[in-house]
């Protein structure tokens, strides 16, 4: 089936508002998760909402919540999110450190204790709203692993994404790099799973360590594992996603120690840069408008499929679902319908 955005977000929203969400709040979360479904990240999109409810009953997501400063350092800001709803709390953290790196020129900025934040590219969008560059490691508490490491047969990591953003032109379309360091986000194994498909080869393993395509081992006890992208280089920005966005932070890292209540808790480390303060604006514009269309000038490797850069797929995939809907499979759909009844939100006449 499919589903138009804007009724779509107004359904999530009225979840969430029964999940005590005041208005702004509950429009804010639910048009980032529908904007996740319009972009072709479905993982992180309105299949999430479930999660979301399950979490809030049982007291490990807290709506209404706004981001608290805990440090104050000039050009250093760090941030507690206090289980809030992770989109609220890292947008407000964001803000707050775009408005100190017009003063300061660069900011580092830690976010701790975020419920799932989503869709770590929001975070970006908000530093090029203001005209900066920003860079963007996040980890993942709360959780059983589900990564491998390379070489490893069982999971290590969760997903663990990074995420950079440079500014566009007037010729020139943002370019927004947003990847888990896994090979496929955790959420696309759901997905597959809950439309009766199997994975590609390389993307996970069973919980004896042994390769296949069956997504739902990640969901079995005892789990299967995701396995890193590009073998040992993603194992290692996995890594440093732990020791920066979990240890920099004060929020935590995976090693078991720390505490697993089975939900989502997202730590984030973040530099924002004003490119003003480093070189001319006008300059920096044309070479972004020559590097990007140099590369995209490279000839095809499959001449019917062109080359593309970060954030040409988003965009694509954003104007074909906005005009023709979202693909929403049927046992998403009665999930998600499921955890609104269960909130006592009536089924949507869409």
């Given at each position: ?7 779509l977000t107004q359904f999530v929203a009225t979840v969430f508002e029964k999940m005590d969400s ?95 934040i989503g869709r770590v590219g929001a975070y970006g969008e908000i530093a090029m709203g203001h005209g900066l560059v920003s860079l963007h490691f996040v980890n993942v508490t709360d959780h059983l ?206």
């Amino acid at each position: 089936m499919r589903v138009l955005a804007d009724p779509l977000t107004q359904f999530v929203a009225t979840v969430f508002e029964k999940m005590d969400s005041p208005p702004e709040e509950a429009a804010l979360v639910a048009g980032s998760l529908v904007k996740a479904n319009l972009m072709g990240h479905d993982s992180h999109g309105v299949g999430l909402v479930a999660t979301y409810v399950r979490h809030f009953e049982s007291g490990l997501l807290k709506p209404g919540t706004s981001v608290d400063c805990v440090k104050d350092d000039g050009a250093i800001l760090m941030f507690d999110g206090r289980r809030g709803f992770g989109r609220r709390v890292g947008g407000e953290a964001m803000e707050a450190a775009a408005k100190r790196c017009r003063d300061t020129g660069v900011v580092l900025m830690t976010l701790r204790n975020a419920h799932h934040i989503g869709r770590v590219g929001a975070y970006g969008e908000i530093a090029m709203g203001h005209g900066l560059v920003s860079l963007h490691f996040v980890n993942v508490t709360d959780h059983l692993p589900s990564v491998a490491p390379w070489g490893g047969g069982e999971a290590r990591f969760v997903t663990n994404p990074v995420c950079i953003a440079v500014p566009g032109t007037a010729e020139t379309p943002p370019t927004l790099l947003d990847m888990a360091t896994s090979r496929i986000a955790l959420g696309k194994a759901r997905v597959a799973m809950s439309k009766g498909e199997n994975l590609d080869d390389g993307v996970v393993i069973d919980a004896a360590g042994k390769a296949t395509n069956d997504p739902a081992v990640m969901y079995e006890d005892p789990r299967g594992a995701l396995l890193p992208f590009g073998e040992h280089k993603g194992s290692g920005l996995a890594l440093m996603c732990e020791l920066l966005a979990g240890g920099l932070s004060g929020g935590g890292t995976i090693q078991p120690g720390n505490p697993r209540r089975h939900s989502i808790v997202n730590n984030m480390f973040a530099v924002l840069v004003d490119p003003a303060r480093l070189v001319d604006h006008d300059w920096l514009r044309a070479e972004i408008d020559a590097t990007v269309a140099y590369v995209k000038s490279a000839r095809p490797a499959d001449p019917g499929t062109p080359v593309i850069v970060a954030g040409d797929s988003e965009r694509a995939r954003t104007a074909e679902r906005t005009a023709a809907g979202i693909e929403v499979n049927e046992a998403a759909w009665e999930e998600l319908l499921a955890a609104a009844a269960g909130l006592g939100v009536e089924r949507p006449p869409l």
